[in-house]
């Protein structure tokens, strides 16, 4: 069983950071890799970013490619979304995922474990 849980949301005016954290427990990063989705009031839940599992490969939206950085620390088994460049447009809750099959990687179907969410709000 795999539980994950996001820290570091907030509120943080245009052009802000914010530090987005997630804590996994029961799986290791050897296993098929990490994605961070948002989801917007309204809106289909969509990719962000993915760190692999092996190499450490990453991977972003052009939405937020230059902008965002996707990293891991193995050693507490936390993965990372530092967000820089803050838009209103970034507004969303971002959850981190697990994937555990061999689809897309910004598929959400290839993930099947979850984290509760955490809220990012960007005023203009």
Request: net charge neutral; hydrophobic share 30%; proline share 2%.
């Amino acid at each position: 069983q795999v539980q994950l849980a996001e820290s570091g949301g907030g509120w943080v005016q245009a052009g802000g950071s914010l530090r987005l954290s997630c804590a996994a427990s029961g799986r290791t990063f050897s296993d098929n890799g990490m994605g961070w989705f948002r989801q917007a009031p309204g809106n289909e839940r969509e990719f962000v970013a993915f760190i692999s599992g092996d190499s450490g490969s990453t991977y972003y939206a052009d939405s937020v490619n230059g902008r965002f950085t996707i990293s891991r620390d193995s050693a507490k088994s936390t993965v990372y979304l530092q967000m820089d460049s803050l838009k209103p447009e970034d507004t969303a809750v971002y959850y981190c995922a697990a994937r555990t099959r061999l689809l897309g990687k910004r598929d959400p179907r290839s993930y099947d474990y979850w984290g509760q969410g955490t809220q990012v709000t960007v005023s203009s």
